[in-house]
């Protein structure tokens, strides 16, 4: 019940009414947060394509993940922020929506497909960086994280429809 | 614009835009298909744009990284279109009255030129001291074209 009195809290606040009831906030944001789809998810799809053995075979794993961390996290850093601002302005809406509850289900569990992808497979990379197709448990990981991140978006489209 | 106005009342009375409209998760469904279109696309297009900033994968060659991108690219620019299209269809008159719109189908028109006419020629030329001057014009203007297109886009529901 606590998470039930924070999100009418959020969704009562000054600020989380503000964006809500501005023609030009909530627009704004919402597009911010579709933009940064491109640099946030996009990177993820090309990393996830390189564990799965399909794109840029030539260039070892590592290079990969290295070039595009930094601009990866900086579109995260947008998604979040965005998607918080979003979150607050629609609280009790968003605790009501299933979509976004198995959107937030699904944020978590690709988290955990990180978390295990890199305690595992990911220590012994220096045994498979340049190879051409990755070992199965890689290939998984990003066959998982490409799925989810799909789930992701068609459940953030969704419950737009029940704001 | 009077001449095109026909077209538009056309697109609703044909039987595509009689199915989009008699099944309420058809248009969602295609709003997804555009989203997945839109990280391909732009996805694989910021990268590129990156790499010819030299802020990115600066060790690997230009057309290296087009050649390995490129599908991609193409796969999301189809889904883009060919959902798109089929959304046009099903709010075609409403889209004939929305500003957003037809600011939209001129960002799209110039991107798409841009991108075939120049993009694409720069991103497959061996990397050279052209490439690195050309490449930042061909960065910056992919960036701000589809990014154009993307904006004025999602401004076609919320301002009209």
């Known amino acids: 019940m606590y998470l039930l009195e924070f999100c009418k809290m959020l969704d009562k606040s000054a600020i989380g009414t503000a964006i809500r009831e501005s023609s030009l906030l909530f627009p704004v944001i919402e597009g911010v947060h579709v933009l940064a789809l491109a640099l946030s998810v996009g990177l993820i799809l090309i990393t996830d394509l390189r564990l799965m053995g399909v794109v840029m075979r030539k260039r070892p794993v590592s290079e990969v993940w290295e070039q595009f961390f930094p601009w990866m996290m900086t579109g995260f850093a947008v998604m979040f922020t965005t998607g918080f601002l979003l979150f607050w302005s629609h609280a009790m809406a968003a605790y009501n929506s299933t979509a976004f509850r198995v959107k937030l289900l699904l944020l978590i569990l690709s988290a955990l497909n990180a978390v295990v992808y890199h305690l595992t497979v990911y220590r012994k990379m220096d045994r498979w960086d340049t190879a051409l197709v990755p070992p199965a448990g890689a290939r998984t990981a990003g066959w998982v994280s490409l799925i989810f991140w799909a789930g992701i978006i068609t459940m953030g489209r969704i419950m737009a429809y029940t704001f | ?160």
Not at chain 2, 16 to 24: A, D, G, K, Q, T
Not at chain 2, 104 to 119: C, E, G, I, R
Request: proline share 2%; charged share 15%.
């Open chain 2, 1 to 160: 614009m009077a001449s095109v106005f026909p077209f538009f009342e056309w697109c609703e009375k044909t039987a595509l835009f009689r199915v989009i409209s008699n099944h309420e998760s058809v248009f969602p469904a295609l709003e997804t298909i555009h989203l997945f279109g839109l990280v391909l696309l732009l996805g694989t297009t910021v990268i590129l744009c990156l790499r010819l900033l030299g802020v990115m994968m600066a060790k690997q060659p230009v057309a290296e990284l087009a050649g390995e991108l490129g599908k991609y690219t193409t796969s999301g620019m189809a889904l883009m279109l060919s959902s798109g299209a089929l959304m046009f269809v099903a709010t075609a008159v409403r889209n004939y009255s929305n500003t957003s719109f037809w600011v939209k189908m001129v960002f799209l028109a110039a991107a798409l030129t841009f991108h075939f006419a120049y993009f694409r020629k720069v991103i497959r030329m061996q990397d050279s001291g052209m490439v690195q001057r050309r490449g930042k014009v061909a960065a910056w203007g992919a960036l701000i074209l589809w990014f154009g297109v993307a904006l004025s886009g999602r401004s076609i529901g919320f301002l009209g």
